[in-house]
């Protein structure tokens, strides 16, 4: 596989976390929709890194901002402050302990706001993929 065909396959595996997203908020599982678009966002930033790389496998992290700062692509403070709080859902929501916290944090109007940020970024990573 040449470096287009490794990007080509983090937005296409991107896309099906995508659609996850969209099938549980059908189902009001906010914290799930959540953990399911942090991954769509990480995939694309994998994507992104790869591109900006010499290396054609990312780093095996869950770290947005890390991704994306390794990509060479500067975000406002703004962004970067989100991604930071949106990272809780990926690691967070991996543990029994931390998932209560985030049951009563994350509600409908909290998920909305989130993924319309989310759709944002993902417009201003997807403007940087050649």
Known sequence: MDKKD?????????????DMT?????????VYVLFFA??????IAKALWVQNNIDNVPPKTHNLLKLINESNV??????????IKLNQYQIESRYP?????LYKI????????YLNKIDLIEQC???KLL
Do not use: C, G, S
Request: net charge negative; no cysteine; aromatic share 12%.
């Open 6 to 18: 490794h990007v080509d396959y983090w937005l296409r595996i991107a896309e099906k976390d995508k």
């Open 22 to 30: 969209l099938y549980l908020m059908k189902d009001n599982r906010y």
């Open 38 to 43: 942090h991954l769509y966002l990480e995939k």
């Open 74 to 83: 500067v975000l406002p403070q703004q962004d970067q402050a989100f991604l």
């Open 97 to 101: 302990e931390d998932i209560d916290k």
């Open 106 to 113: 994350t509600d409908k109007k909290i998920t909305d706001e």
């Open 125 to 127: 990573l997807r403007k």
